[in-house]
């Protein structure tokens, strides 16, 4: 233990947000501090050495966080003195500047301690969340949760890695161009100070090898994170005439969030947002695709049921699918399948017609149960009356508010004519689906 | 869209928790609002329409509380009405109610709207939530989630699946004699109601084909979770002798918690909870180990470091590693990694000695950089005086408390001899080292 000083870790407790009024002078809160000082006893602990003397307090408000909703803060775990410590995989969601969207960030941390202040697990994490609620781009984000690190616990060096994924930015015309544009755009940003602060120290090679990016380092980190904005809407060309209430309205928003729509990564976004925002305007696209549905109806074999019609069942999979939550007027956006039968085993109209419809219908403010009906109703015209649909998405609310539930996505499914009927032929479709929601990471 | 009604949306809404006092009439919201407004009529949306009329109040909220940290609350995400719709992978967090360990859980729930209500997707994940934050088995805790679903929202079925993480529970006698128990105990745990109460319905079998769970059935899964407890406390035989004053203790905790000490399923924990705590006692293990030590430090081959350094680098990977924080009661554990200089590229003590190493500074009250080096040290006195030690670790405390950052690990390494000084050294040995993380999922 000769390297460590366990005096310091008085630091960590004080530095915590209280959670609750009076929370530490409650009859259970003191109640479980007795009962853990008599577990530290009993371990033949002394309860008044430093690394310790706290925990009693620390259990309390664990165990009554952890079995009670509602209660918030959190104390931290500290790392010690000494190497290199490093927190990886942390998840959190950030605000992009320039479109106004949520984007997902992997934080990974990495720290030299002093020897005269250490730092709690939980703080590095409490730290990128707050610096995360703000509007960002990754560069300026791993900046100031480095700089605020580097400040707060004065280390030897901080080091601030950043996988962001930032949703693809399509509108209605590139998404009929591009079916693969579902993905993410994909960045990664660094910051360092103290010994991290070159880019080429020893430090940063032993930071890179312990998060195992195998072949990542800062350099190839860095070239990709500099030059434009990573964002998609930047790469649309500048925005056009926008409706200027509209424009307005952004701008009202961005000063109620306490920005400065004046500062120059903002100057351009309201325009870039709602000229994104109006891909998903109330236009009369059902009366369109009816006209080109009706013109190929007739194309299509007639359906004769011949022999099994589990034989028959045919599919198109993975059709991109894109949203915009009526609710949040956030995105949603995975992959749609679709089964029908058929007894040639052909799709009568192309993929191409079936991709339409369910951008047709994706480009909407929606909900995700009220599309799958719909995409099942109008493929039904041209697929025949036997029908299934699966739509699987993630949603961008599930992971931009308070829930924040990050790995968690969404199936809905609609069924019609013999699908509705018979089980076996539904689950001989849905066996067929693939194993990965595509939407996911 | 004949067979949506949306006029039911409203029920959402009100039955949110409101988050803030005033928050709904002060300034910034009212402002996002009419903003919102503004945005919504220029898609040409009718702003009174049942689905979106709240919308503004969503996206003001919504908004505000990602931009700023500390708003709690969240409003929900409607599936629609109409077929089975599926949230999947919620991640939640548990206290077993045998061990008072936490357990993690990966919640997935299906249900069929009535047409008469829907409901929000954060919704269920709340509900869920609620739930998990007291002692808990999986089956109750499956059981009381469905059932508040059934009542909540009256659908025509709710089901729900629970797949279930128990923290392995070796005392420092078993850890030695299976190295493997550093891994988890899965279990996973089903209820239905409604359409759902017959485990043999079709749409438990469309429900796990959506959940992607290829062979799985509800049959299955129901024979996994019946007969004794799932916790691995169960099976470490009956309760011996402990000291009646740490058992009061934890009888104290159970009761600040608001649970009764005389439920059944509480009757034996804290005898339980305080065997297994007794073995991270503070008995000098050092003194023990020295001694051994000692009597095998001479049967080393001397290094001559002959030729190339990294040539002789040699490792021990993957050792298990199981400890308890000493700043939350609670474990962390993982795998242990150590490098070594050999000239003759033999592991002069064997494997289970160095293991041995590991249990004995890992079975006490610790901090994870605070084992790394008292390891290091260790290990130097019979593998030579250049070693790099790396932990690996999942620690419980960061996704039980308030943080719940679920995916997230911390990796801590110390550094002696050679390693300290030559950074192709480092590098050689951090690039040999697994790529999963072990104690991860």
Redesign the interface.
Known sequence: ????DEGH?HAEIDNEVS?ELGFETQ???L??Q???R???Q????DINRE??K??PF???K??????????????????????????????L?S?CESCLL?FQVKCHVGYV?SGKR?V???KL??VA??FA???QSPQRLADEVCTALQHGIKPTGVAVVLQCMHIHFPNIESAFLDSTSQGWVKITATSGSGVFEDGNA?VW??FW??L?F?GISIDNAHRRSSGQSWCPSQSCGMPGQA?S??T???N??L????EDPLREELVETPSRF?KW??N????NLEMKLNGFVRSRIDTRSPSGQVGNFNDGICSELNLSFWSQ??????PFQGVVHIGYHSSDGVNPVGRPLVQSVVHFYGFK?Q????V???IA?TVSSFLGEDIIV?VEAN?T??I????????????????LGRFSTD?VA??KF??S?P?SCSAGR
Chains 1, 2 share one sequence.
């Open positions: 233990m000769g390297a460590l870790y959670f009859p259970e809160t109640a479980i007795d009962a853990v008599v577990l530290l009993g371990l033949g602990e690394g310790i706290k925990t620390r259990v309390a664990a165990l009554r966080q952890g079995t009670r909703a509602g209660l918030e803060g959190g104390s931290g775990q500290a790392g010690g003195v000494g190497g290199l410590v490093i927190v990886r995989d942390l998840d969601f605000y949520p301690p250490v709690g697990l939980s994490s409490r969340d707050i609620k703000r509007l020893d090679t032993d090898s312990l195992k195998r409706n209430a509209m307005n309205a952004v009202s928003i000063k109620s969030l306490g709602v925002f109006m998903f305007r109330n236009s939550c009526e609710h949040h007027l956030l403010l909900v995700q149960e009220r799958t009906r719909q109703e699966v949603h609310c599930m931009s508010r308070g829930i924040e539930k990050f790995g968690s996505n969404t199936a809905t499914f609609a069924v089980p539904r689950a849905l066996q689906l194993d």
